[in-house]
């Protein structure tokens, strides 16, 4: 049985092949699909076949995806360019007669406010109607996703956002990569909504940051608009900045929240703490 990932020198589809070959694939049987070949010297060394394969180039996926039986389609980050991209993706998988196609998506795409979501949702019809059997993984917010923030929190003893009391359930990228490798390997379809055990609000990440770092931090909440203001002075693009504030918004509303524990049932422990992922982010 050959699995490929696409994206698999990302932060994310790194970790997958290396979830995969941990839980027992043979390395020559995993396919990482790449953008830059140049740059998947450590992907050959764990012994992986390496094949390139770009969203924005429809030709070179078919190749890629030759002989490929169970597919793991990681979602662009061109925001906005995504449903043209994962229909390249989708087509490909189609004429390579793949068999199993699973995706990683959004919290319950299918009724979110949050921004990213339309994407992911118009994404899973597509794949619906494609006819390949598929498997939805919908991760919540990770963690990581905070870790650029870290720094400017600690020298300006300030957490900022729009979030409030709002919970956030994320998990470490690590957490939903072995999620992944695990429905690959059992190849079980199905929607899985992916979220870490222990939700936490905004000013618990800042209290998980001070105890980290050594350093006073302390969470201070914004009107959307003012965060958005101060994203965009801090050099942040505006689009971007604008959809971070709206997520915060949509985080205090209660939409990145869930307590179902999928996640750590799925890959049988329970989600890294919030307190390690944090120590883990500022070491790194």
Not at 134 to 141: E, M, P, Q, S, V
Not at 153 to 178: K, P, V
Not at 181 to 208: K, N
Request: glycine residues 12%; without cysteine; aromatic residues 6%.
């Amino acid at each position: 049985m050959t699995i490929a990932v696409t994206g698999a020198t990302g932060q994310l589809g790194r970790l997958v092949v290396e979830a995969l070959i941990t839980r027992g694939a043979t390395p020559g049987e995993i396919v990482a699909v790449v953008r830059d070949t140049a740059k998947a010297g450590g992907l050959l060394a764990l012994g992986v076949q390496v094949r390139e394969g770009d969203y924005d180039r429809p030709e070179s996926l078919a190749a890629a995806f030759d002989g490929v039986d169970r597919l793991l389609l990681i979602s662009g980050n061109a925001v906005g360019q995504r449903i043209p991209q994962h229909t390249a993706v989708i087509n490909a998988a189609v004429q390579a007669g793949v068999g199993f196609l699973a995706y990683t998506s959004i919290l319950r795409a299918d009724t979110s406010p949050v921004g990213l979501a339309p994407e992911h949702l118009a994404t899973e019809e597509l794949i619906k109607s494609s006819g390949i059997r598929y498997a939805f993984l919908r991760n919540g917010w990770y963690i990581e996703n905070y870790a650029g923030s870290f720094g400017p929190a600690i020298a300006q003893g300030a957490l900022y956002g729009s979030a409030g009391d709002g919970r956030i359930a994320a998990a470490t990228r690590a957490d939903f990569a072995e999620a992944a490798a695990v429905v690959l390997l059992s190849g079980e379809a199905g929607v899985y909504e992916l979220a870490g055990d222990e939700p936490f609000t905004l000013a618990g990440l800042a209290a998980a940051v001070a105890e980290a770092s050594g350093a006073p931090v302390a969470y201070t909440d914004l009107p959307a608009e003012q965060y958005q203001a101060a994203l965009v002075g801090a050099g942040v693009p505006e689009q971007f900045a604008a959809l971070l504030a709206d997520t915060d918004v949509k985080i205090r509303d209660g939409h990145l929240d869930d307590d179902t524990k999928t996640l750590s049932r799925l890959i049988g422990r329970p989600t890294t703490p919030l307190a390690d992922a944090v120590a883990a982010a500022l070491k790194g």
